[in-house]
C-alpha cells in the first residue's frame, strides 16, 4: 500500500480536525509562517517586483536628465508609480496557488476566521514586497536626486502606502481568484482604489524633497492605512467566499 500524499507545508496546522480548538490568531500565525516558508521556495516571484522597482528608479535619470532640479522634479510621481506597479506584479500569486491546491476552501471550512487568514496572507505579501520596497525606498529617492534630509519622511510615507496598496490588492486579488491570466483585470480593479493613497504619497515625497511640513501628508496617508487595515480584510474574505461558491 503506497503512503499518503503529504499536505501542503503548514496546512494541517491551519486547517486539520483540531482546528476547533486553535484560536483565530494562533491560526493566523501559522497561515502566516506556511505562506513564508512556501514564498522563499520561489526566490524568483519575490526578486521580480524587487527588481522592477529599482530598474524603473534607475531608468527614469538615465532617459529624462541627470540634472538635479529636473530629477527632484519627477521623483514623486516616479518614486510611487514604481512602488505602485511594483506591488501589482506580486499580487496575482497571493490567492492563486492556494486556490489551486484547495487550501482556500479548506480554509473557509476550517471553523476559524476566514478574514483573520486572509488578514495573515496579506501581511505575508506586505513582509515580502512592501517592507523591502520601503528599505530600497531612500537607494531609490537618492537616485532620482532627493536630499538625505527627505530620506526618513519618504521611508515613512512609502512604509504607509505600501501596507494600504497590499490589503487593497487583496480585495482585487480575491475578485479575480477564478479569472485566468487575471493580471489585467487585477490592475484595473486595483488601480482606481490605490489612486488616493499614490496622490498622498506624491505630495508627502514632494513637501520632504521641498523640506516642508510632512505632518498633513503622512496623516492622511495613516488614515488610509488604518481603513484599510480595518475593512479591506473583511471585505476580501467575502469576495474569497463568492468565488470558491
Known amino acids: 500500500m503506497s503512503a499518503p500524499a503529504a499536505a501542503p507545508l503548514g496546512f494541517t496546522d491551519v486547517a486539520g480536525p483540531h482546528c476547533a480548538a486553535v484560536g483565530s490568531f494562533a491560526a493566523a500565525g501559522l497561515a502566516l509562517r506556511r505562506d513564508l516558508r512556501l514564498a522563499f521556495r520561489k526566490p524568483a516571484q519575490l526578486i521580480q517586483p524587487l527588481a522592477f522597482f529599482a530598474l524603473v528608479t534607475m531608468i527614469f535619470p538615465l532617459a529624462i536628465s541627470p540634472e538635479l532640479g529636473t530629477l527632484r522634479t519627477v521623483a514623486p510621481g516616479a518614486l510611487w508609480a514604481a512602488a505602485l506597479l511594483a506591488s501589482l506584479l506580486a499580487l496575482e500569486f497571493l490567492f492563486r496557488d492556494d486556490a489551486q491546491d484547495g ?26 514586497t512592501g517592507l523591502p520596497l520601503t528599505v530600497m525606498a531612500p537607494f531609490a529617492a537618492v537616485s532620482l536626486g532627493a536630499p538625505s534630509a527627505a530620506l526618513p519622511g519618504i521611508v515613512t510615507a512609502v512604509l504607509l502606502g505600501g501596507v494600504t496598496l497590499s490589503l487593497l490588492g487583496a480585495i482585487g ?70 468565488s470558491l461558491e
Open 103 to 128: 487550501t482556500l476552501e479548506q480554509y473557509v471550512l476550517s471553523g476559524q476566521s476566514l478574514t483573520a487568514l486572509i488578514f495573515a496572507k496579506t501581511l505575508a505579501h506586505w513582509l515580502l
Open 173 to 242: 486579488a480575491a475578485l479575480t481568484l477564478n479569472i485566468r491570466r487575471s493580471s489585467a483585470l487585477l490592475s484595473l480593479l486595483t488601480l482606481p482604489l490605490a489612486l488616493p493613497v499614490v496622490i498622498f504619497g506624491a505630495r508627502a515625497t514632494q513637501v520632504a524633497i521641498a523640506g516642508g511640513e510632512l505632518l498633513g501628508p503622512l496623516e492622511l496617508l495613516a488614515a488610509l492605512a488604518v481603513l484599510a487595515v480595518t475593512l479591506a480584510p473583511l471585505a476580501a474574505a467575502a469576495a474569497v467566499r463568492i
